[in-house]
């Protein structure tokens, strides 16, 4: 049973582009979840989606944005790119919207120049 | 902001031995809690899950979780060279969707 797959793995951008990272959740999965990591301030939850709706989203501004399709794959975006922005993204998929086991990719690792 | 606290280490016990990480929790609401390992350049994974107050144990781990104190704990016993990672207590806000506070992980170095 294949994973949690995200691409890119690496990328480099300078301030003021912008990325769009792409995940596609374990098959079946219909909730897909997206978080920062850094070392500074950890695994911070971005936003959730479930059904192509967003369900949930954390205290990012709103340069940061994402979309679900049918298929349950997940895009998200980060827009006018700071260096602030450099982090791992990681993707999680679940079953349902509520069991709570989230299972991760591998991420994507961004880094802003 | 809902927060989520660990000592981050490093821990380092000797193989063979216990290692005790801990968590504390500030919702005192929440009613799902979670243990997952990331390997340094890998992503997190899932050791274990619980709901309710007490022990749960799965091989050699086992959860503990006190409401009351707002207090979650991991034991791993015959702590293997292998078990050396980061562990980050997770803990799920409400019950409909999946949003998780992560704590800044505690990092277990187990010696030969």
């Known amino acids: 049973k294949a994973g949690v797959t995200q691409t890119p793995r690496y990328l480099i951008k300078t301030r003021g582009q912008q990325v769009t990272l792409s995940c596609s959740p374990i098959?079946?999965?219909?909730?897909v979840s997206w978080y920062q990591q850094t070392p500074g301030q950890g695994l911070q939850f971005l936003f959730e989606?479930?059904?192509?709706?967003?369900?949930n989203k954390g205290n990012f501004p709103g340069r940061f944005s994402g979309r679900q399709f049918s298929n349950s794959r997940s895009e998200m975006n980060v827009s006018t790119l700071e260096l602030g922005d450099s982090a791992l993204y990681l993707c999680?998929?679940?079953?349902?919207?509520?069991?709570?086991?989230?299972?991760f990719g591998e991420g994507s690792r961004l880094t802003v120049l | 902001q809902k927060e989520v606290e660990q000592n981050s280490g490093p821990l380092s016990v000797p193989e063979g031995a216990i290692a005790s990480l801990n968590c504390t929790y500030s919702d005192r609401g929440s009613q799902s809690f979670f243990w997952y390992r990331q390997y340094s350049g890998k992503s997190p994974e899932l050791i274990m899950s619980i709901y309710s107050n007490g022990d749960k144990e799965d091989g050699r781990f086992t959860a503990q979780l006190n409401k009351a104190s707002q207090y979650v704990s991991l034991l791993i016993r015959d702590s293997q060279p292998s078990d050396s990672a980061t562990y980050l207590c997770?803990?799920?806000?409400?019950?409909?969707?999946?949003?998780?506070?992560f704590g800044s992980g505690t990092k277990l170095n187990v010696k030969p």
């Open positions: 999680a998929s679940s079953l349902t919207g509520s069991t709570g086991e989230l299972f």
């Open positions: 997770a803990v799920k806000e409400g019950y409909n969707f999946n949003k998780f506070y």
């Open positions: 098959s079946g999965h219909r909730s």
């Open positions: 989606y479930f059904s192509e709706t967003q369900r």
